[in-house]
C-alpha cells in the first residue's frame, strides 16, 4: 500500500495556502497548515477546511525556529510549501526588519528545521520566490536567466531566500526550489492589495457606497495571472524529476490603468481617462463624476513599473497551462465577488443599525 502524501503548508491561510490545501486535499493528501497565534482570528479563508479529517492546523512561526523544528518532526512531512511572507511591497519600507526576518532568514528557518529532523532525502521544498527580483528590471519579458535586480526590501529579503534555496540544492542534495510567481490575484486577495483595492471600490462606488479610488502610477506594467491556477504550478514543479527553479506568470501584461477600467466596466461603469500622471483621473461617462485619482501617497520610494514574465519553461517541462483564466475572466470572477460582499456588507449593517435602534427604544431584550 503507498503511502500518504503529507504537506505541510507556511502561510495556510493566506490567498495561496487557502487555494493551495483545496488542491492538495483533492489528490489525497494529508494537508498540515502552519499558523500564528493571534487574538485576531484570520482564518476566513480556510474555515470552510477545518475539520475535514485530512486538514490539520498547527500553531508556530516563522520567526520561531525552535517551533518549526518540532512541527517539521512531528509531522515529518514528504513535501513543504513555504508561502509565509510579508508580502506587501509598500509596507517592506516601513518594516524592512521583519521583512527580512520573515521572508528571508525564515526560509533558512524551514530548510534547517528539515535537515534538523534528517529529512533531506525524504522531504521536497517548495519556495514561493517572486517576479520582484527582477525589480529595475534589465530585459522584457523575464525568464529564469534574466538578471535579478531588487528594487525593495521586500525584493532584497526574497532573494536571500532564492539563493538560500538554491545552495542548500546543491550543498546537500535536497530537493528544494523555487517558484519565480509574477502577480497572481484572486477574490481571497488582501484588501491592501491594488488589485482587490480596485475591484472592492469599483463595487462600492457602483453601489452608492464611495465617491473615488486614489491609486498609484497608473501606468505600472504587471503580469496578472489567477491564483488559483498558479498552485497547481506549485505541485507541478515539486512533482518533477529534478529539483529545478521555474517562472509562474502568464506571459500578458497590462497597466494598472487597464485593470481599473476593466474592473469598473464589470461594475456597471465605463470610464474615460484624463490628464496626465499625478493630474490623471478616470470620469464616470455617464455621470461626469471624478471616480478614480492619482495620489502621491500611493508612490514607492523606488517602484518597479515592468515586470512580465515568460512561462516557457513551466509550460514546456511541467505541462502547465498559464491561460487557464484569462485576464478578462479573473477581473470578472473578483468584481462578481466584490459586487456581492458589499451587497451582503450593507444588509448586515441595516440590520445591525436597526437592532440597535430596537435595543433602545427596548422592543427587543
Known sequence: MMEKNIALITGVAGQDGSYLSEFLLSKGYDVHGIIRRSSVDYRERIAHLEGKPDFHLHYADMGDSMSLVKLVGEVRPTEIYNLAAQSHVQVSFD???????VDA??????????RTNHLEKTCKIYQASTSELYGKVEEVP??????FHPYSPYAVAKLYGFWVVK??????????????????????????????????????????????????????????????DYVECMWLILQHDKP????????????????????????????????????????????????????????????????????????????WNPQTTSFEQLVQIMVKHDMEKVA???????????LAEYLEKGLVK
Not at 95 to 101: G, H, I, L, S
Not at 142 to 147: L, R
Not at 188 to 204: N, Q, S, Y
Request: glycine share 8%.
Open 95 to 101: 518594516a524592512p526588519e521583519y521583512t527580512a526576518d
Open 105 to 114: 532568514v525564515g526560509v533558512l528557518r524551514v530548510l534547517e528545521a528539515v
Open 142 to 147: 523575464q525568464n529564469e536567466k534574466t538578471p
Open 167 to 228: 545552495e542548500y540544492r546543491e550543498a546537500y542534495d535536497m530537493f528544494c526550489c523555487s517558484g519565480i510567481l509574477f502577480n497572481h490575484e484572486s477574490e481571497r486577495r488582501g484588501e491592501t492589495f491594488v488589485t482587490r483595492k480596485i475591484t472592492l471600490a469599483a463595487a462600492r462606488i457602483a453601489q452608492g457606497k464611495q465617491d473615488c479610488l486614489y491609486l498609484g502610477n497608473l501606468d505600472s506594467k504587471r503580469d496578472w495571472g489567477y491564483a488559483k
Open 244 to 319: 529545478e527553479d521555474y517562472v509562474i506568470a502568464t506571459g500578458v501584461q497590462h497597466t494598472v490603468r487597464e485593470f481599473a477600467t476593466l474592473a469598473f466596466h464589470y461594475a456597471g461603469i465605463n470610464l474615460k481617462w484624463e490628464g496626465e500622471g499625478v493630474n490623471e483621473k478616470g470620469i464616470d461617462v455617464r455621470t461626469g463624476k471624478v471616480v478614480v485619482a492619482v495620489s502621491e501617497d500611493f508612490y514607492r520610494p523606488t517602484d518597479v513599473v515592468n515586470l512580465w514574465g515568460d512561462p516557457t519553461k513551466a509550460k514546456t517541462e511541467l505541462g
Open 344 to 354: 451582503a456588507d450593507h444588509v448586515a449593517g441595516v440590520m445591525r443599525t436597526n
